[in-house]
């Protein structure tokens, strides 16, 4: 078998990165094998042993991408932001947006892989990962204070942020229930000092879809 390029070996391995970020937020990281990623890579299984040595080893670098593109996401509300307080606002709308309550759907990094690491062994490549993920988080939205007082700054994006993913895995666990939209909407409501969003009732249902 004739070996791969050296281009083709990055964009394989760029391949395998960015499917194990997408389904390990999707769907759980114990609820995918690394045959599902490469299946989804458009891989042979086979060959994932080239790229990375273990499962946990990817599931770090899938959370460090994960993180990577939340950081520019963030980066670009802030600077398209008139101020700081409005940067917060647009961090908050965009944390919170109504598709990112779908379960199904692969959001912010912090909430939907926290309960793989909370599970995870001490040792576990990724804890590290996420850690140094969260902490960075955290410093962004601190730089976006506005009294002068670091502590007192730090304290409020701490706040916002555990406001944020708190509100965002309730409304992800009581999905296609009208508490979802409300408990969100709330979140959206205290952070952004707008008055929460007013929903329709949902239609009621013989059963789940």
């Given amino acids: 078998m004739p070996r791969v390029s050296k281009a083709q070996a990055e964009a394989n391995h ?11 937020r999707e769907r759980g990281l114990n609820a995918v094998s690394v045959a599902d990623v490469m299946a989804e890579a458009g891989l042979t299984h086979g060959g994932f042993y080239a790229h990375y040595p273990s499962k946990d080893a990817l599931a770090a670098s899938a959370c460090d991408a ?13 600077d398209a ?10 961090i908050a ?21 926290v309960t793989d690491v909370a599970r995870a062994a ?11 993920g969260v902490r960075e988080q955290v410093e962004t939205l601190s730089k976006l204070g506005t009294t002068g007082d ?19 895995l309730l ?15 709330a979140a959206r409501a205290h952070l952004t000092r707008r008055p929460p969003t007013k929903h329709a009732p949902r239609a009621k249902t013989g059963g789940s879809k």
């Avoid at 760029?14 to 390990?24: M, Y």
């Avoid at 994960?66 to 802030?78: H, P, Q, T, V």
């Avoid at 932001?81 to 647009?90: F, G, L, T």
């Avoid at 001490?122 to 140094?132: G, K, N, Q």
């Fill in 14 to 24: 760029q391949a395998i990165e960015s499917a194990a970020s997408r389904l390990f």
């Fill in 66 to 78: 994960a993180f990577a593109f939340a950081k520019e996401k963030w980066r670009r509300r802030i």
């Fill in 81 to 90: 932001a008139p101020s700081r307080d409005a940067a917060k606002v647009a």
């Fill in 93 to 113: 709308d965009g944390y919170l947006k109504p598709a990112h309550c779908d379960p199904a759907v692969a959001t912010c990094p912090t909430a939907t892989l």
């Fill in 122 to 132: 001490s040792d576990h490549p990724m804890r590290r990962v996420y850690l140094e």
């Fill in 150 to 168: 670091r502590k007192g700054d730090r304290a409020a994006a701490c706040v916002q942020l555990a406001t944020m993913m708190g509100a965002l």
């Fill in 171 to 185: 409304a992800r666990a009581t999905h296609g229930d009208p508490l979802s939209d409300e408990i969100v909407s």
